[in-house]
C-alpha cells in the first residue's frame, strides 16, 4: 500500500467513525424534521454492497476506479473533501470502497455527455474534478430498488463548468438518498437540474461552495409525485466569495398521498459582498391528501448582496380551469395542460435541448399517476 | 335556440336569479342590460356552466335539450361560447397552442377529425387578420401581458374560430377605448348569422350603438322587468335604471 491510498483509507476510516458516533438522522435534527430516514430504513440499515454502476465517458475524460494500485494525485487531494461531512456523505465516504473519480483536463470542452447510470441498492461515492476552463455535461439516471445512497463530489477549478441533469426513477419502495457537493473556484459555473419522481422516501441533499470570485450556482428541479412517494429536495449554497451568483427554481406537482420537500438555505458569508441569490420553490397539490413542505432560508452575514426569495404551495387554478373547459378543452386535459405549464418554467433552465426532451418526456408521463386519486 | 324558464339560481347561499325567462331564436341578438349586482353575469356562468351555481327552479333549454347537466366542455362542444368579461391568463400555454388545443378537443367531441398544425395554424391567421392580431402575440403565453383590448380581441377570435350556435358577450365593451370597440364590435358583426343566436350582456349602451340588438331584456334583482326593441337601450342611457326601473315597477 503506497503512502497517498493510505491518505484515502484514514479518511473513510474517519468518516466510518462520524457515522458511528451521530448514528442515523432522526426528525428532531432540524434539517431531517420532514423526512424520517430511520423509520423508513428500519432495521435494515444501508447495505454496504455498491449498487451497479454503468458509464460513458467521453473522449480525454480520465476515470479512476479505486481498486488498489497508485492514487492519482487529483484523488489524493479531493476524495473527501468537498463533502459536506454529513451523515449521507459520510455514510457513501466510508462504505464505498470501490468509489469511481473523473477528470476532465484544463482546457477540455467536452460535447458528449458523461453517462452515469446507477441502479439497485447500497452506497456508491463519486468524485469528479473539472480542471481549470475545461466543461462537461454530466448526465445521471438513477434508479434505486432498495436502500440507496450517493455520494457525488464536484470540483470545479477556476473558470470550470459542469452541467448535470440528474433524474431518478426509484422502485416505489426505495429508500433513495444523495447527497451532492459542489465547490466552485473563481469564474467557475454549475448548473444543475434534478428530476424526481420520488419513492417510499427520496432526499438529494445539494451543497454549494461558491468559494472563487465570480463562481455561479444555478439550481432546478421538477417533481412530479404520486401514489405515497416522499421526495425531498434539501439545498444549503453557500456565498463564500464577492460577486457569486445563485439561483434557484424547483416546481413540485404532489397528488395522492405524496409529499414534497423542499428546504433550501442560502448563507451569504462574510466578505461576500456583491453577491447575488435567488430562490423559487412552488408546489401544486393535488387532491386533498398530497403534502408539501417548503422551507426557505436566508443566513446574510456581508454587505451589499441581494437575496430575493419565494414559496408558495396551491391547488390548480379554478378561474384557469373553467376558462378552458369552457372553451371545450376536458377537465382531465386542462388539468394536465396546466400542470405541464406550470412545469414547464423549470424544465427551461436545462440549456442542452435533448436532455430537456428527456427530462420532458419523464415528467410527462408521471403526470397521470400523480393525477390519480389517493386510494 | 335558446329558451330560459323561470330560472333561481343560487350561488354561496345567496338568491340570484329569482325567475328570469328569455326566448332566443336562430339569427337573433338580444342585449342583456342592468345595473351592478343584477345577475349578468352570473347568467352568463350558468349558461356557460361554470361550478358553484345551483338552480333550484326552472330550467334552460337549448336547441331542445336541457343543458343544466351538462359539463361546460360539452356545452362548448354543442356549440355555446361564452366570451368573458376578464379572460384568464395562462402562462406556460401559447396562444396558438391553447387554439389548436380547444379547437381539435370541440372537434373530436362531435366525431370530426381534427386539423393538424399547420391547418389550425392557417385557420387562425385567416381570422386574426380582421381583428389585428398578429403572429406575435399568438406566440405568446395566452392571454399574459395582453392589454384589456387584445384580450377581448383574442376572445373574438375563439368566437370566430369555433363557430358557434350560441354566443354569449359578457361586458365585452368594457376596459375597451373607443377604436378597440369598434374593431370587436366589427368582428362580432362579421358573424351574425342565420343559424346563429348572440346573447349580448352589456352594462352600457355604447356598445349596442355598434351591435345592434334586434330585442332588449333589462335584468333587475335577477328578473326580467322589462323588455322591448334597441330603442330601449337609447332610453336607459339618457333616463338611467333608476328612471327606467320606476316605470316596469
Redesign the interface.
Known amino acids: 500500500m503506497n503512502a497517498s491510498s493510505a491518505a484515502l483509507d484514514l479518511r473513510r476510516a474517519e468518516a466510518a467513525e462520524r457515522v458511528r458516533t451521530r448514528g442515523l438522522p432522526h426528525r428532531r435534527i432540524e434539517d431531517w424534521k420532514y423526512t424520517d430516514l430511520r423509520a423508513a430504513l428500519g432495521d435494515g440499515g444501508f447495505d454496504r454492497a455498491s449498487p451497479v454502476g454503468a458509464i460513458k465517458l467521453p473522449r480525454g475524460v480520465e476515470q479512476y476506479i479505486n481498486v488498489g494500485g497508485v492514487v492519482p494525485r487529483w484523488v489524493e487531494t479531493y476524495y473527501g473533501k468537498v463533502a459536506p461531512q454529513d451523515f449521507l456523505s459520510d455514510a457513501s465516504l466510508a462504505f464505498d470502497k470501490n468509489f469511481f473519480a473523473f477528470r476532465v483536463p484544463s482546457g477540455l470542452q467536452v460535447s458528449e455527455p458523461l453517462d452515469f447510470e446507477l441502479s439497485g441498492y447500497g452506497q456508491s461515492h463519486v468524485l469528479i474534478v473539472v480542471e481549470a476552463g475545461a466543461s462537461v455535461l454530466l448526465k445521471e439516471y438513477i434508479k434505486a430498488d432498495g436502500a440507496m445512497n450517493m455520494g457525488l463530489e464536484i470540483v470545479l477549478d477556476e473558470g470550470a463548468a459542469l452541467r448535470q441533469v440528474w433524474r431518478s426513477a426509484h422502485d416505489e419502495g426505495a429508500v433513495a438518498m444523495a447527497n451532492i457537493a459542489v465547490k466552485a473556484a473563481a469564474g467557475a459555473v454549475y448548473r444543475g437540474h434534478y428530476m424526481t419522481t420520488g419513492s417510499k422516501l427520496s432526499r438529494t441533499e445539494i451543497h454549494i461552495a461558491l468559494e472563487g470570485e465570480g463562481s455561479e450556482a444555478h439550481l432546478s428541479g421538477i417533481g412530479v409525485l404520486g401514489g405515497s412517494a416522499h421526495a425531498d429536495v434539501t439545498t444549503h449554497v453557500e456565498h463564500v466569495a464577492g460577486k457569486t451568483q445563485s439561483t434557484q427554481l424547483f416546481k413540485n406537482v404532489a397528488g395522492g398521498k405524496s409529499r414534497a420537500v423542499y428546504q433550501g438555505r442560502i448563507t451569504v458569508h462574510e466578505g461576500a459582498n456583491g453577491s447575488d441569490s435567488r430562490q423559487t420553490a412552488k408546489a401544486i397539490l393535488l387532491g386533498g391528501r398530497a403534502e408539501a413542505d417548503l422551507k426557505p432560508e436566508l443566513l446574510i452575514f456581508a454587505d451589499d448582496v441581494k437575496c430575493a426569495h419565494g414559496a408558495a404551495v396551491g391547488d390548480l387554478d379554478a378561474e384557469s380551469l373553467f376558462y378552458l373547459r369552457s372553451r371545450g378543452v376536458s377537465e382531465a386535459e386542462a388539468r394536465n395542460l396546466l400542470l405541464r405549464a406550470f412545469l414547464e418554467e423549470a424544465a427551461q433552465e436545462i440549456e442542452d435541448e435533448t436532455l430537456r426532451a428527456e427530462i420532458w418526456l419523464a415528467a410527462e408521463a408521471a403526470l397521470p399517476r400523480a393525477m390519480e386519486d389517493a386510494p | 335556440m335558446l329558451e330560459i324558464e323561470n330560472l333561481h339560481v343560487t350561488a354561496d347561499g345567496k338568491h340570484i336569479l329569482k325567475g328570469l325567462s328569455l326566448s332566443l331564436g336562430a339569427g337573433e341578438v338580444h342585449a342583456i342590460m342592468g345595473p351592478n349586482g343584477s345577475g349578468k353575469s352570473t347568467l352568463s356562468y350558468v349558461l356557460?356552466?361554470?361550478?358553484g351555481y345551483e338552480i333550484t327552479e326552472g330550467r334552460i333549454l337549448y336547441q331542445g335539450e336541457d343543458l343544466t347537466a351538462m359539463?361546460?366542455?360539452e356545452?362548448?362542444?354543442k356549440g355555446i361560447?361564452?366570451a368573458?368579461q376578464y379572460?384568464?391568463e395562462?402562462?406556460?400555454?401559447t396562444t396558438m397552442n391553447?387554439l389548436k388545443?380547444?379547437?381539435n378537443?370541440?372537434r373530436r367531441?362531435r366525431g370530426e377529425s381534427e386539423y393538424d398544425a399547420m391547418s389550425v395554424l392557417k385557420l387562425v391567421r385567416q381570422k386574426a387578420a380582421a381583428l389585428k392580431i398578429g403572429e406575435e402575440m399568438l406566440r405568446r403565453a395566452l392571454n399574459v401581458g395582453f392589454s384589456g383590448g387584445e384580450k377581448k380581441r383574442l376572445e373574438i377570435l375563439?368566437m370566430a374560430l369555433?363557430e358557434p350556435r350560441l354566443a354569449i358577450l359578457d361586458e365585452t365593451d368594457s376596459g375597451l377605448d373607443i377604436d378597440a370597440l369598434k374593431l370587436v364590435a366589427e368582428g362580432v358583426n362579421e358573424l351574425r348569422a342565420p343559424d346563429r343566436a348572440m346573447l349580448v350582456i352589456t352594462h352600457y349602451q355604447r356598445l349596442l350603438a355598434y351591435i345592434v340588438p334586434d330585442r332588449v331584456h333589462v335584468l333587475a334583482d335577477g328578473r326580467i322587468v322589462k323588455e322591448g326593441g334597441k330603442e330601449l337601450a337609447e332610453e336607459l342611457e339618457a333616463g338611467g335604471y333608476a328612471e327606467v326601473l320606476k316605470g316596469a315597477a
Not at chain 2, 356557460?48 to 361550478?51: C, D, K, P, Q, S
Not at chain 2, 395562462?90 to 400555454?93: N, Q
Open positions: 356557460a356552466g361554470r361550478e359539463k361546460p366542455e356545452r362548448a362542444a361560447f361564452l368573458m379572460p384568464v395562462i402562462p406556460g400555454v391553447f388545443t380547444a379547437l378537443a370541440q367531441a375563439q369555433f
